[in-house]
């Protein structure tokens, strides 16, 4: 059935999950086709006959790789991996009629400000927000900031340049904290108009949990509601635990899927991977954030479907049209640890891996961090030490699995150098 079906992946060069799309689709007998931000001047680099696109020119991207595909056939599906070739997918899948959700759809889902206006418009459930530019005096939106409240830039993902302020003084520094970070190299390389606001909403107490799904003709799937059993209360926001299935009573897990649903229409989603993270307190469910791809890095691998399927041949094969509304878990628990970055630094080595893979439960321990990498922890960072995963028979096992393998990690982090100038070895 899917012999001689082409799909385009579109996702960064840079991206964990790229390889583990590929292994699907030689599993499933599908050419995939990358479009991917690498260098456009070179003669294919990879050799593997990628679509070159950038990122920060998504309309001159989507008609590159529209029209690229019909030479060797036309895509018979699409998925992105990440938010920023989310946006490009849905430019191309407008132009090549694959389903796939509409741009503004999708646009909005990666804009904070954008997203909570869709959200109040549809009624649901929002904090206290507004926008503040990023060239304004930090003390005069300090002033009427809802204390405690949560600083964002609109466009940055996985908690990145988020901050809680509890205070006047805590706002300001926060502020210029964020702002310093849209200056970076890797911020400014992407740089567009929702970098010129930060976000500021009232903070919302209460557990985090995230949803993985599937959306078809607008209609939510779930494939699986994760509890975050670590505290994010602040100041930064760094996830670790993901732990699958959610412990909370059936009335509170109804609340969060429904809450979710409700965003998919608010927003205007239509098709594709859906990744939401949500709080819930005494007044209900409140969603954060709506991503209109799939868990990002290697989390994928804390999921698998029955009989042995992973998340990127379902998504695969949601993308050809297959149904896949009758899938279930393959194990009954499972979770993944994403490592944290606890200081800056230069990495320098890991010890433990043996031992904390021989903890019972834990299915592996992989390290991404790369000796002499330049550490940077949240919230400047975006990137973790690397990712521990485990099943068992009940979210409590494996949660204390992974907490047991955690322990057995030491890592090697050294100091960084100061860069000194050539003019100040001069000085006398």
């Known amino acids: 059935m899917r012999k001689g079906k082409r799909l385009l992946l579109v996702a960064a060069t840079t991206g964990y999950q790229t390889r583990e799309f590929a292994e699907a689709a030689r599993r499933l007998e599908v050419e995939l086709v990358l479009a991917t931000d690498r260098c456009h001047v070179l003669e294919d680099p990879w050799g593997d006959h990628a679509i070159p696109v950038r990122f920060e020119a998504l309309e001159e991207s989507a008609a590159a790789a529209a029209a690229a595909g019909p ?218 954030e709506v991503a209109a791809r799939p868990i990002g890095g290697l989390c994928s691998r804390a999921l698998r479907f029955a009989p042995d399927t992973s998340l990127e041949e379902l998504l695969l094969r949601h993308a050809l049209g297959e149904d896949v509304g009758e899938v279930s878990l393959a194990t009954p628990a499972s979770g993944v640890m994403m490592i944290p970055i606890p200081r800056a630094g230069i990495y320098a080595g890991a010890r433990g891996v043996r031992e904390a893979e021989a903890v019972p439960g834990v299915e592996q321990v992989i390290v991404t961090a790369r000796e002499g990498q330049a550490l940077v922890p949240l919230p400047e960072g975006s990137s973790y030490l690397g990712f521990l995963f485990a099943r068992g028979s009940t979210p409590d096992e494996v949660e204390a699995a992974m907490r047991r393998a955690h322990a057995h990690l030491e890592f090697e982090i050294r100091s960084s150098l100061p860069v000194v100038s050539a003019a100040a070895l001069l000085t006398p």
């Open 71 to 288: 030479f060797d056939g036309p895509f018979d599906g699409l998925v992105a991996v990440g938010d920023r070739p989310a946006r490009l997918a849905a430019l191309i899948a407008t132009r090549l009629g694959i389903p796939f959700s509409p741009p503004d759809a999708v646009e909005a889902c990666g804009d904070k400000f954008l997203a909570r206006e869709r959200l109040r418009s549809a009624g649901m459930r929002v904090p206290r927000y507004f926008r503040v530019p990023v060239q304004e005096d930090p003390r005069t939106a300090a002033e009427r900031a809802p204390y405690p409240c949560v600083l964002k830039p609109l466009g940055q993902a996985a908690s990145r340049g988020v901050i809680r302020a509890d205070d006047r003084e805590e706002f300001v520094a926060a502020f210029h904290r964020i702002r310093a970070l849209l200056e970076v190299a890797d911020v400014l390389r992407f740089r567009d108009a929702r970098d010129r606001y930060i976000l500021v909403e009232a903070f919302i107490e209460g557990p985090e949990f995230a949803v993985e799904g599937l959306v078809t003709a607008g209609k939510l799937q779930t494939l699986a509601l994760f509890d975050k059993p670590d505290p994010l209360d602040g100041p930064f926001f760094e996830e670790t635990i993901y732990v699958t299935p959610s412990r909370q009573p059936e009335v509170v897990r109804q609340e969060l899927i429904g809450a979710t649903q409700e965003a998919v229409r608010a927003l205007g989603l239509t098709h594709g991977p859906l990744h939401a993270e949500l709080r819930h307190n005494r007044e209900g469910a409140w969603i954060l």
